[in-house]
């Protein structure tokens, strides 16, 4: 359906595609092990570990818009004497044999918050575990048309919160600052109960309130997303200040609420194809 890029070194027919209003679907062709959830979303230029760092799981994204391209062979053949130009990333084949055999008129937007919902569906990931393993993740799509919107609003929800865009409030989630006051940096990290301690070069100690074990050990691709971003601070002794807490306590919070969205997507039930 969507036209995608194996990622390596950053190649100027997907640079472009990010330097107006976009977004990116990031998924890999491979897995190494039982367990799928090598998805994840983008709004810039990303590299090929996004996903995962396990061998042979190399990130591939999908642009939900191209600009001035122009479909030659079934693949792409892109030219960019106008940035404007803007187009849905979609195959002929998609268009033809899925939406306009529709009995409403879905946006992008809306396609891909679809697709993205089921792929953040535990039944999903289950039933389809054995050709998730070995080929890019092929997505049944809804022609009920209340069940198609009811996937894309969980689905834009995911968005979203993975973009750290309209991410709600959450009053159980608090952060005690501990005597921080200004730059400091982050020498060990701990999670004990619903608690995240953080402790600092200076001997102080960073407190976060409200984070349950599942979202502390939640993860997409290869990677627990609260882990991976405090220890990559750590080995690289990068100052931090009060408005990189704020960032994590908005990942926390995004976290928490990507478990939520997905046990609602749960209760969707089983997709109408026909």
């Given at each position: ?39 994840f ?7 090929g ?24 062979k079934?693949?792409?053949e892109l ?23 529709l ?15 089921v ?23 809804a ?16 968005i979203?919160?993975?973009l750290?865009?309209?991410v ?5 989630i ?13 020498k ?30 939640f ?19 990068v ?30 039930g ?5």
């Amino acid at each position: 359906m969507l036209w995608y890029r194996r990622l390596g070194r950053p190649a100027e027919n997907i640079v472009t595609h990010f330097e107006k209003e976009n977004v990116g679907l990031c998924f890999t062709r491979q897995l190494l092990g039982d367990k799928w959830q090598n998805v994840f979303v983008t709004d810039t230029i990303i590299d090929g570990c996004t996903v995962s760092l396990k061998s042979r799981e190399w990130t591939y994204i999908a642009p939900l818009y191209f600009y001035n391209g122009k479909e030659h062979k079934d693949m792409l053949e892109l030219e960019f004497t106008d940035k404007g130009a803007k187009y849905a990333n979609f195959s002929q084949n998609f268009i033809q044999n899925y939406i306009k055999k529709l009995k409403f008129e879905p946006t992008p937007e809306e396609i891909l918050a679809y697709i993205y919902a089921v792929l953040h569906s535990a039944s999903y990931r289950t039933k389809y575990i054995e050709f998730l393993k070995t080929d890019f993740p092929a997505v049944p799509m809804a022609t009920n048309e209340a069940q198609f919107r009811q996937y894309a609003s969980l689905g834009q929800q995911l968005i979203d919160l993975h973009l750290l865009k309209n991410v709600p409030d959450d009053a159980d989630i608090r952060v005690s600052l501990g005597g921080v006051d200004g730059f400091f940096t982050i020498k060990s990290i701990s999670h004990r109960g619903e608690m995240l301690y953080l402790e600092t070069t200076e001997g102080k100690t960073i407190a976060y309130s409200g984070v349950p074990q599942a979202a502390y050990d939640f993860e997409i691709g290869s990677y627990r997303p609260i882990e991976k971003w405090l220890k990559y601070r750590i080995k690289d002794r990068v100052t931090l200040d009060i408005a990189d807490l704020n960032h994590l306590k908005q990942m926390l919070i995004a976290i928490k609420q990507t478990i939520e969205v997905m046990a609602e997507i749960e209760k969707v039930g089983e997709l109408s194809q026909r």
